[in-house]
């Protein structure tokens, strides 16, 4: 992933470890980055996909480069259960897997004295999640759900409470946040009666920076104080029986979507206990997050100055009824490092893009004040938009610009990228071609086609060394 940092994220865990990607070669010495270290015994390592006549495999690899090469998984690798995400933290990988409503299963791995990847020995169950960061020894899983029976209201309704495993990566083991007492409860999160979920966890000096994304009122705080918190105009977004599905499922009663979709929080917390936060408010974007049916990617991220660059994807715009449409463009403000509050830093991404119109889907850190965006390849109000192209964010200049160099038939991009020497490192899958990994120049936003695999896809990569 980036220099910066490794990726953390959401889930609600019971007991298995994860897995995560990262690695470097000898002739590639690292940054100074999460879990990159500065040794040049190490090697990058490769999450891949592989057809198979009935099934699909997944592969771990091993190579000495990024910018060239083919790696074959051929007789090669090691053969894994495969993961929603792959994270790597501290010099091991995880794999976080995502199952709706249902937990999913979580190992680590380590690159061995040998150079070859082994997988630890203790796997952990973990339930559905939202989001994901890292804190210090830890990969923080998070998500909104149900508190305990005790904190459940007159019509038996509970509060919407945050979810939070603890991946101790170094000792290999796992805890959650204890909910019992209701200091968890993320109803009312910012003072308008509605509960939040948090979007990402990133850390800068002690403090976490969380992205609070508004879901409207529960069951809970629908009915709290006789409808105290149904705004008037609102009464018809209140869903009168069960429906939808997946991340878009609802219950009677509840007020699906935010009935604020103009406003952008960040949560500040002054550890990773994750109580008592400062919250940041700007109105100039929306909600700080990027979406994908039940995912909320991060979009708060750290620059190397530690300042803190909130981006919101305006996804909001998406929303069926017009009185929860945000009419705020996608867009950036900034929280200088050390602050609990905004400034007046404030950029308009969406007029930087062609036809004026577009948003992006995920963005990530690419080496002092640039960051490298997913974009999508029309408006979010037009059906069947794609996240297909890229484009670097260079925050002092506030200039969005578009990559070229890559391949017009691409099917997919990669989920964790690396950086190194002005270069930002990304996956790239393709149609009826092999998956490689580009290099992007973050001062010219020009590609150029690194290593390739012989995979159906690549999805996750990073730098590790050999544990001692």
Not at 45 to 57: I, K, P
Not at 346 to 355: K, S, V
Not at 375 to 381: A, H, Q, V
Request: hydrophobic share 30%; aromatic share 10%.
């Amino acid at each position: 992933m980036t220099t910066k940092k490794s990726i953390l994220r959401v889930l609600t865990a019971t007991m298995l470890p994860a897995v995560a990607l990262c690695a470097c070669s000898d002739k590639d010495e690292p940054e100074v980055g999460p879990g990159n270290g500065n040794s040049t015994d190490g090697k990058f390592v490769f999450a891949t996909t592989v057809e198979g006549s009935n099934a699909n495999t997944y592969v771990l690899l091993t190579g000495e480069s990024l910018d060239e090469g083919n790696l074959t998984t051929v007789n090669n690798g090691l053969v894994n259960p495969g993961a929603t995400q792959w994270v790597f933290h501290k010099n091991y990988l995880y794999a976080l897997t995502y199952n709706q409503g249902n937990a999913g299963t979580t190992r680590s791995y380590i690159l061995g004295e040998n150079g070859e990847m082994e997988a630890r020995s203790i796997e952990y169950r973990i339930s559905r999640f939202s989001s994901y960061g890292t804190y210090n020894d830890y990969i923080l899983t998070m998500s909104t759900g149900e508190g305990p029976e005790s904190q459940a209201d007159s019509h038996g309704y509970k509060p919407m409470t945050l979810l939070v495993t603890y991946l101790d990566v170094v000792n290999e083991q796992s805890r959650s946040n204890d909910t019992s007492t209701g200091a968890y409860s993320m109803e009312n999160f910012l003072g308008n009666g509605e509960y939040v979920t948090l979007a990402g966890a990133e850390q800068s000096g002690s403090k976490l920076y969380c992205g609070a994304v508004p879901m409207g009122l529960s069951q809970y705080g629908a009915a709290y104080d006789n409808g105290k918190w149904i705004r008037d105009g609102f009464e018809h977004l209140v869903h009168t029986e069960a429906g939808g599905t997946g991340g878009g499922s609802y219950k009677a009663g509840e007020l699906a979507g935010t009935q604020y979709p103009d406003e952008c929080w960040v949560a500040i917390y002054s550890n990773d206990d994750m109580l008592h936060p400062v919250l940041a408010k700007t109105d100039k974007i929306s909600t700080p997050c990027g979406r994908f049916r039940s995912q909320y990617y991060q979009t708060v991220w750290a620059a190397e100055n530690g300042d803190i660059y909130v981006f919101s994807s305006s996804f909001a715009k998406t929303m069926t009824d017009p009185l929860q449409q945000t009419k705020l463009p996608a867009g950036v403000c900034r929280i200088p490092r050390g602050s609990d509050k905004f400034d007046d830093y404030y950029c308009n991404l969406e007029e930087q893009t062609p036809g004026g119109n577009r948003s992006f889907m995920r963005c990530w850190p690419a080496g002092g004040n640039r960051f490298l965006m997913i974009m999508y390849d029309r408006p979010l109000t037009e059906k069947g938009y794609a996240a297909t192209e890229l484009a670097i964010f260079d925050a002092d200049s506030k200039k969005l610009t578009y990559v070229t160099g890559l391949p017009e038939n691409i099917s997919s991009i990669g989920k964790t990228v690396y950086t190194k020497d002005g270069k930002v490192y990304i996956p790239i899958n393709v149609e009826n071609e092999r998956p490689a990994i580009y290099g992007i120049n973050t001062a010219t936003a020009v590609a150029s086609r690194g290593v390739s695999i012989e995979a159906v896809d690549i999805t996750g990569f990073g730098y590790m060394t050999p544990e001692k």
